[in-house]
């Protein structure tokens, strides 16, 4: 029984629970399983430590009834799981780990305001313990609720600097934004269906909150994928393998979302059965969406309809679509899954098919199939936004000149003599990638293209939205990094443009790339980088002497890096605070929760001299697609009552070059030992515990970095091991590999 209740909106109450329960609340929460007796679905769960006689004088007043609130005398009654699931209601998704006696419930609202997060001031700056006990006797004062609302925008002075926030749906469950693409073995005919759904896809998603990747076999049975998926999509008629099967299904029943396009993936009581007479015709579809409205269109069947297995029945509740036949085949249904909010879209027409397809056989059919493509696209963004995907569409920008801005006016005049001599006849720089060509001015109509770029010289009259150069200068103080600036308002990608640059120019100039939006950012390995408005994107050129302690330890600049970033809102004067931290290898997290920024470093070694390219982004006032630092600012204002200001992009862009330069000094002059006390206080990792090789391998805890930059675990025989990633591109934390000794 609870100690106390207190009804309304939201409903709250306080249990009793032991420390092994208390794990377990936190472990049940985490995976949507915790759940009331009268059927309410808690929205947080938060850790107070009650003295013995705070305990007693709660029991008796609940056997006196003299508790100030009392529990509704008419609960409403636990729903029974298929009515949940048949109207694909979500329960509310968990963002990170916490253990708790004090739960906050709700009806079962749609879960996009609900999280779950744990701050303790003292305890999380040192990062020392990572157990129940290390929050046991945290106060309630000390665990701040996150925002409800994370689609609105920062209040107070947040409005003034941050750009007009549109709505927009939240990834509530902390996961990476990725949308997977599953498409069989990777025949020629696999591949050409996988550039089909991703064309698609990305005609439909919003590609600001989203990446694509191809989720090949191999790596679907190997790697740790479904912590970092929002969406699996499944096509292809293929045989799914049993093991592989099996990985789907987990992922269901952990809450995860499935789209099978034309896919032999089924479960549950759906089968799906052949009518061979129907293959590759263009039949007319009636889809009715969950609001009960119809969609009549033209589409291209699979020749593959669901039916009920024995005994079963299928549903009429949610999305569902039919042929309009007399038989009335079911080619589309929304199928819930599982006590976690696990569900799938299972369709049988081939939404994913443009009218141009080779498989369209006739001008009819592509006709009718072309009179009905608005209409393809609507039922397949209804399909998306009921799996949790937002579907609204921006226009990608156009590509815009590059501004050459100075950090000091000294320097214009070697840096003009520099360009006087290195630029052809044209004006050009060439790299391999793309062309430079610097100009005076620059006119509106002047064609931007990835492969070449005007740089405007006379910059006297700039002006930007998104970037001011008085406010970089005032806090840029650095002797030689990120003086000379190249930005852009749209750009493929900050690391290109510095390519034909970065061997020529004299490196005391300092070089730096900003841009307020990419159109192709990178990531790690096969990674995309999402560029929205709000986010601090950079690239900035350092020179490392071979022969240096840094020189020897080139792996160490991706940890200065995302060191810097933390470092540059964390050192300003009452924001320490800021629940800023940085994860190995080179992401910058807030808390353990949600990332929040990455590094990307290309190095090349030239003679005695690495020649260093740092990318680097995180968000500032950008909510979407997982969080920003204003956001943690708001939310710190709140429950401290204290009124620090929100940062703007330029300013920490300057802050994070300003403490690289501190910290790559530090690093020369003491080594590893001159960065690490600072680089602990702020990482994630203290005590964590990890596995080697698979999710069944040994279990380890991290205790460091090696003199090389690479993790250190202990292991159950007490002896130290350095550790390395084992490639996979989604967590490097996971699958960790012992090197062999040479």
């Known amino acids: 029984m609870p100690l106390a209740y207190r009804p309304g909106d939201p409903y709250q109450f306080i249990a009793e629970a032991s420390e092994d329960n208390f794990s377990t609340l936190g472990v049940a929460f ?42 509704p005398s008419s609960p409403e009654p636990k729903p029974e799981r298929d009515t949940v699931d048949s109207a694909g209601r979500e329960e509310p998704g968990a963002t990170g780990q916490d253990s708790s006696q004090q739960l906050t419930g709700g009806e079962g609202e749609r879960g996009e305001h609900s999280h779950l997060h744990l701050f303790s001031c003292h305890e999380c700056l040192e990062l020392e313990n990572s157990t129940i006990q290390s929050v046991k006797f945290a106060s309630a004062e000390d665990i701040p609720d996150l925002p409800y609302d994370h689609s609105g925008g920062v209040e107070g002075a947040t409005d003034e600097l941050c750009p007009e926030r549109e709505e927009s749906r939240v990834n509530v ?52 994928w479904a912590d970092n998926c929002l969406l699996l999509v499944i096509t292809g008629l293929e045989p799914i393998p049993d093991d592989l099967y099996q990985k789907f299904m987990a992922y269901l029943s952990q809450g995860g979302k499935v789209l099978a396009l034309s896919s032999s993936f089924t479960f549950g009581g759906i089968q799906m059965t052949g009518k061979g007479t129907l293959e590759k015709t263009v039949q007319d579809l009636v889809f009715c969406k969950a609001d009960g409205s119809e969609v009549r ?56 098919l443009p009218p141009s397809s080779p498989t369209v056989q006739t001008q009819e059919d592509f006709n009718l199939l072309k009179s009905s493509n608005m209409r393809r696209y609507e039922v397949l963004q209804e399909v998306l936004t009921t799996l949790s995907i937002s579907c609204d569409v921006r226009q990608v920008p156009a590509l815009t000149p590059v501004s050459l801005l100075l950090a000091t006016e000294e320097i214009r005049d070697p840096l003009m003599r520099w360009l006087e001599v290195h630029v052809d006849q044209e004006g050009v720089i060439k790299s391999s990638k793309l062309s430079l060509r610097f100009v005076s001015s620059c006119a509106s109509e002047v064609e931007v293209t990835p492969s070449s ?30 003086k000379v600036i190249l930005f852009a308002e749209v ?97 910058i997290y807030y808390s353990d929760l949600m990332k929040i920024g990455g590094v990307l ?43 620090l200001e929100p940062f703007r992009a330029d300013c920490l862009i300057a802050r994070a070059v300003t403490a690289l330069e501190k910290l790559v000094h530090a690093f020369q002059e003491e080594g590893p030992q001159g960065v690490l006390p600072l680089y602990y206080k702020y990482w994630l990792h203290s005590g964590q515990q990890v596995r080697l090789g698979s ?48």
Not at 179 to 200: C, D, F, K
Not at 207 to 224: C, F, G, K, M, Q
Not at 563 to 574: D, G, I, N, Q, Y
Not at 580 to 587: A, Q
Request: net charge negative.
């Open 30 to 71: 985490m995976e949507d399983r915790l759940q009331m007796d009268n059927g309410l679905v808690p929205q947080k769960i938060v850790s107070v430590h009650l003295r013995d006689s705070t305990l007693k004088d709660l029991k008796d007043q609940a056997a006196s009834g003299q508790t100030q609130d009392r529990e």
């Open 173 to 224: 469950a902390g996961k990476a934004p990725n949308i997977l693409i599953y498409v069989g073995p990777g025949t020629q005919e696999a591949l050409g269906r996988l550039e089909q759904v991703r064309s698609v896809l990305t005609d439909c998603v919003d590609v600001d909150s989203y990446t694509i990747y191809h989720l090949p076999e191999n790596s679907a049975l190997r790697d740790p």
């Open 297 to 352: 269109l033209s589409v291209l069947s699979s020749g593959r309809v669901y039916k009920a297995g024995p005994g079963e029945q299928l549903s009429p509740a949610g999305l569902h679509a039919h042929l309009d036949t007399e038989d009335k085949d079911k080619t589309i249904v929304q199928v819930p899954f599982g006590s976690c909010g696990g569900e799938a879209v299972l369709c049988q027409v081939h939404l994913e």
């Open 453 to 482: 770029i005007p740089v405007v010289t006379d910059t006297e009259d700039f002006s930007s939205n998104h970037f001011n150069l008085e406010i970089y200068r005032q806090n840029l103080q650095t002797k030689q990094l990120g």
């Open 491 to 587: 750009t493929p990608t900050t690391m290109t443009l510095l390519d034909g640059l970065m061997f020529e120019m004299p490196q005391e100039m300092g070089l730096i790339a900003i841009a307020v939006r990419q159109t192709q950012g990178k990531g790690r390995g096969p990674n995309a980088w999402l560029s929205p408005v709000g986010c601090a994107l950079s690239t900035l050129l350092i020179s490392i002497p071979l022969r240096s302690q840094l020189g020897q330890r080139i792996p160490f600049v991706q940890h200065l890096m995302s060191l810097a970033v933390v470092e540059a809102v964390r050192s300003v004067p009452k924001y320490q605070d800021i629940n800023l931290r940085v994860k190995w290898p080179n992401d």
């Open 601 to 643: 470093v290309n190095s090349t070694l030239l003679g005695e001299t690495f020649y260093i390219l740092i990318g680097f982004g995180f968000n500032v006032t950008n909510s979407n697609p997982t969080i920003c630092i204003n956001d943690l600012i708001a939310e710190h204002n709140k429950q401290h009552e204290a009124g």
């Open 695 to 742: 999710t069944d391998g040994p279990q380890v805890s991290i205790v460091g970095l090696d003199d090389s930059g690479f993790l250190q675990v202990l292991q159950e025989d007490g002896r130290i091991v350095t550790v390395h990633p084992d490639g996979n591109s989604f967590d490097m934390l996971r699958n960790l590999i012992v090197p062999k000794q040479r």
